[in-house]
């Protein structure tokens, strides 16, 4: 291998591919990047074995040269190094050439760099996916409905299905449900699926669609998504991104969800979060988070905490709506708190179905989007 | 107590205070701020022994009435909890009363909190100063001695005299001297010091200087700075830093500096930045940061490291000025780093007495900074 590459354009897919990469994985080829040279351009694979991420550089674009190849092939180059050295280089252009023994010559401007490579075939190879399924949707949208339910994950590993989002799609209907038992996100969406998709129990990673939220560019991208057996592959500009399929079964949570309230409020977001990340401050020296909301006579709710150490706080806020039966109730603010940060609308519907069943949140402008939290059984 | 004061203008005032909060103290008093009212306006005042800090809101100011005092009096707040809700209040006002029991009741908007106090008659009394000795000089002066000197302190605490900055003055001259014993780094700057003030092995404690110098404002502010005999004041506007000096006799670091070179070189700061922190990425795999300087026939130099799993880095750097003998050195790259980034010269100068003796480092157009670093002895 013996190429010459513009600095900006591989440091650019470098970045992608490098959040696949692992600094605790016990395979020491893992710990490297695969760099693989043909006529057509150059693509790097980067794998921790949950998730590989592969990025092409096309020898030219739009009439420019990016790769000049004078001489195909590959080579595995340690990427902690390899990332942080392309970054820092002199010059906007870069010679790589392949020598004996893996060993690598990176040139750049005055700077001369003897790299030590490992063998790609020792790499492991990516799994080929079947494209019967694929699906398409727009990059914020999906980054959009992550950030949505992500945080309802469990982050105990006991249960590992429920340290991921479950994927369904029927119809045009595409929906992440995230639960830990305590709380639950729900966030539905309609595709245009022209190809009649349809598939349930697909389970991913919570912390893998982080690093993809990462990768995915806010504005004007598609994203094709292919759904196989026990992978799903997203594909992004020129970015592969594979992940597997966490195993086991996800819970039905369809029954937890009431349909009819005892007590329904509607409210200003921006006013309900600031007043329960008041009460937060007090609750969480008490490490339980445990705020308590009461409607009260005059039509208004008050929302309270109170810690022994530190004191007791108490504040009044006004409703746009309040039907049914009076309420008091308690639950973990943090929950809430995590919950009103990811809604976009300005009014809130919250609806109880007593004190000890749980509370469902919705945003007034979007009936896409659900929030559940199960109360606190408080003694007073 | 009972007050009305503007948010805005106690929340700076406890943003300052709030440098001195340790949160692993022993003594539960100065987990707390305490708060002082008489009808000139307020004090709030932290410690943690090491540090004191005191900040005062007149009553009025420029005719605009910040502090509306309808009964003095003084409590002890939980720091914490206080420093994060008051910034969370609803409203530009807060009402603030002490009860029976130091029990505190803050108001603003329609949030009511009942804050625990504890009695002020507890809290450590700050040392009076006497102020003979007193001079006055620039704020971003001042941060910018700090900042091109601390980084050069010990962090092994079994020599506690060197984790302070020593201070001197005499004449106009007023030097900062920072040394772990490896490197040292040395900054003087001229005053005018009509009073005469003298004095030397003055030594503050890097870190209290790190903290300082987020309290001094970046611009237009004099700071006064007054010296006794174990402690030192400096007066910022309308705050007070109080800082213990530290124990003990700094060592005599004159003769340590060469006066006189067998190698001198002039070259572009920027440029060896850049190319000593691209061979630290690699000496920094061998934990011993070591990177090679070596003088070339064709009057540039080489900057070299190496790592036995990762490989090689050299490059030529071009020299604006040569003379002397060749010099072939090594030594850490962090610490040349350290000073490379401090320095504001486009230009450099580096004097060398042999490959064993230290290695001098100034900025070309700052006669008043001089940075040294120790080399280290290698076997070829």
């Known amino acids: 291998m013996k190429i010459r590459v513009l600095k900006h354009d591989l440091n650019e897919s470098i970045q992608h591919v490098a959040k696949a990469i692992s600094s605790r994985t016990t395979i020491p080829i893992l710990t490297g990047i695969k760099l693989e040279v043909n006529f057509q351009g150059m693509t790097l694979t980067a794998s921790d074995t949950d998730i590989s991420i592969q990025a092409f550089i096309p020898a030219e674009d739009q009439n420019k040269q990016i790769v000049q190849v004078e001489r195909p092939g590959s080579v595995v180059l340690p990427a902690k190094f390899f990332v942080e050295m392309i970054k820092k280089l002199p010059s906007a252009e870069i010679e790589m ?4 023994g893996f060993k690598t010559q990176i040139r750049s401007g005055s700077t001369d760099i003897q790299m030590v490579g490992l063998d790609p075939e020792e790499f ?3 799994p080929s996916i079947e494209e019967n399924q694929v699906i398409s949707m727009p990059g914020d949208l999906l980054k959009n409905m992550i950030k949505q339910t992500v945080f309802s994950i469990s982050s105990n590993e006991t249960s590992p299905i429920l340290t991921g989002v479950l994927w369904s799609l029927s119809e045009n209907q595409f929906k992440f449900v995230a639960t830990d038992r305590h709380r639950l996100a729900s966030r539905t969406a309609e595709l245009s699926n022209d190809d009649q998709v349809r598939f349930s129990n697909i389970v991913i990673s919570g912390k893998t669609l982080n690093e993809l939220s990462k990768i995915v560019p ?8 292919v759904v ?3 992978q799903v592959l997203f594909k992004i500009d020129r970015v592969l991104f594979y992940t597997r399929i966490l195993d086991g079964t996800y819970p039905d949570t369809s029954k937890i969800i009431p349909t009819t309230y ?3 409020l509607v409210l200003d977001t921006k006013k309900l979060s600031d007043s329960i990340d008041r009460a937060y401050l ?4 008490e490490k339980t988070n445990i705020v308590r909301l009461q409607t009260m006579d005059n039509g208004s709710i008050e929302i309270s905490s109170s810690s022994s150490e530190l004191g007791k ?3 009044q806020l006004d409703l746009a709506e309040f039907t049914g039966e009076q309420v008091r ?7 809430m708190l995590d919950v009103l940060k990811v809604v976009e609308s300005e009014q809130l519907h919250i609806g109880f179905t007593g004190a000890m069943s749980p509370i469902i949140i919705k945003p007034m402008d979007d009936t896409q989007s659900l929030y559940l939290i199960l109360p606190y059984r408080t003694t007073n």
Not at 97 to 100: A, K
Not at 218 to 225: L, R
Not at 329 to 335: A, G, R
Request: aromatic content about 6%; overall charge negative.
């Open 218 to 225: 806010d504005q004007n991208t598609i994203v094709d998504i």
């Open 282 to 285: 007090l609750s969480r020296e």
């Open 124 to 126: 492991p190879v990516l």
């Open 313 to 315: 706080v108490t504040e």
């Open 329 to 335: 109730i308690s639950f973990n603010s943090k929950y």
């Open 97 to 100: 050439e392949v020598q004996e």
């Open 228 to 230: 196989a057996d026990n």
């Open 262 to 264: 005892k007590t329904e």
